[in-house]
């Protein structure tokens, strides 16, 4: 099975500007976990290493029937999560009862994805849930997994609806939304019908220098070098805890970074360390690599674009809410509201409770530190630009342009950026 797990199906990215109408697909948030195919007996990472999990932790799960998941221990847990899954020794085996496997497919039924989900429905809880919710009366009778729950899903109302989700998942410390094509079958392989939509880019990249940095970092790493599957070589500086600095990546170690848009010379602006990945062979990731383009240096045209804030859905639209996508759904003859309601997303955790997976907590990480902080940095910038001299050069509002919501601190250059949105106050940069 171990050659299933190495061609699980991968997504495609869905921007604005795509073409597709996700209106109709099933809405999924895009999880940062360790992916894990699980074969009836043992847990494989995409590059088909097996991972030793105690035997606790895939009680009642299926014997005959292949699940596709994650393993997830938490909002920005993912180090700690792949530490767990790295670790072997058997006196650390208690740290997997924090962990919870996400199962969003059963890749070997020949079904289309409303049945395999109704499969997952019958064996399995939805994430929050402690009790099997089908509509199938034999389901009463099976054992509750301890250590699985189903990826909550709703049906997309509109492109609003989608982005609109887009960013309360971020604003909440997720990564973003996976959309399923409705009545799609599972494919291995990158397809089509399974679509990411974030507002920022995401690629791997295999450290190939540890260089030591200055300041309060001369005694440990400043940044990495590394090397993209295409040949380009850039630094990524930024990211890294004062732990991972002590102990930096090594040399041939694959690692994971973000970036918001390419320069023109097609390297990643502000690159910044998300983590080491173990589950892909860097030849393998070689081989499916596509290398970016002058058009993909622009910004992702999802949304406006917004600082990175980041993991499953937070909770349902307002009543209100869903009342306008329903009014506007059913104008154009497009899907149904009672469909939404019954697949309403339930409230997640920062992370499952260490004394059962069954029992979750129901607080969310709060980010008002964070926020506070920027604003008050961009209100200081705002004030020393209005102070500058009047005859300094500014950019123009035209009653075409939206104003940009980082105002005079945005920091952006890209040409599209500046047409679209207007920045009352910005000095113009030559």
């Known amino acids: 099975m171990a050659l299933d797990a190495q061609q699980v199906m991968l997504a495609h990215?869905?921007?604005e500007d795509s073409g597709i109408d996700p209106t109709g697909y099933w809405m999924a948030e895009k999880l940062d976990g360790v992916r894990a195919y699980f074969d009836g007996t043992n847990f494989y990472s995409r590059a088909g290493n097996k991972f030793y999990a105690p035997p606790f932790f895939s009680k009642h799960l299926p014997k005959n029937q292949p699940l596709d998941g994650e393993l997830w221990l938490g909002r920005g847990r993912f180090q700690q999560c792949i530490s767990i899954v790295k670790n072997q020794k058997a006196d650390r085996a208690d740290e997997w009862k924090e962990m919870t496997y996400l199962v969003f497919?059963?890749?070997?039924?020949d079904l289309t994805y409303e049945k395999r989900l109704d499969y997952l429905k019958s064996i399995m809880p939805t994430f929050g849930k402690d009790?099997?919710?089908?509509?199938?009366?034999s389901a009463a009778s099976n054992k509750v997994p301890p250590y699985a729950r189903i990826v909550p899903v709703q049906k997309c109302l509109s492109k609003t609806h989608l982005l609109r989700e887009?960013?309360?998942v971020q604003t909440h410390g997720g990564e973003g939304i996976m959309l399923r094509a409705p009545r799609s079958r599972y494919e291995f392989k990158r397809s089509r019908t399974l679509?990411?939509?974030?507002?920022?880019?995401?690629?791997?990249a295999i450290v190939v220098g540890v260089v030591k940095g200055s300041g309060k970092n001369s005694h440990r790493m400043g940044h990495l070098d590394v090397k993209a599957p295409d040949g380009r070589l850039f630094s990524v500086g930024s990211g890294f805890t004062d732990a991972q600095r002590d102990k930096p990546p090594k040399v041939g170690t694959i690692i994971t970074y973000k970036f918001q848009e390419l320069s023109n010379k097609l390297n990643p602006r502000f690159p910044t360390f998300i983590g080491e990945r173990i589950d892909i062979k860097w030849t393998d990731y070689c081989k499916t690599y596509t290398p970016p383009t002058l058009k993909a240096a622009t910004p992702a045209k999802v949304v406006s674009l917004l600082k990175q804030k980041s993991l499953i859905f937070q909770g349902g639209d307002s009543d209100d809410d869903a009342?306008?996508?329903?009014?506007?759904?059913?104008?154009?003859?497009?899907v149904n509201i009672d469909t939404y309601e019954d697949e309403s997303v339930d409230n997640l955790p920062s992370s499952p409770s260490s004394n059962s997976a069954s029992s979750f907590s129901s607080s969310t990480p709060s980010i008002a530190t964070t926020t506070s902080s920027l604003n008050r940095k961009r209100a200081l910038q705002q004030k020393t630009d209005k102070n500058d001299d009047s005859d300094d050069d500014t950019t123009t509002t035209t009653s075409k342009q939206q104003p940009c919501k980082y105002g005079a601190a945005c920091y952006r250059r890209n040409p599209d950026h500046l047409k679209q949105y207007s920045h009352p106050n910005k000095r113009a940069r030559n």
Do not use: C, M, R, Y
């Open 13 to 15: 990215s869905w921007t």
């Open 105 to 109: 497919d059963a890749p070997k039924l």
């Open 131 to 137: 009790a099997i919710q089908s509509s199938n009366p």
């Open 166 to 168: 887009l960013d309360h």
């Open 195 to 204: 679509l990411k939509v974030k507002t920022f880019f995401d690629e791997e």
């Open 323 to 334: 009342k306008n996508d329903k009014d506007k759904t059913n104008d154009n003859g497009n």
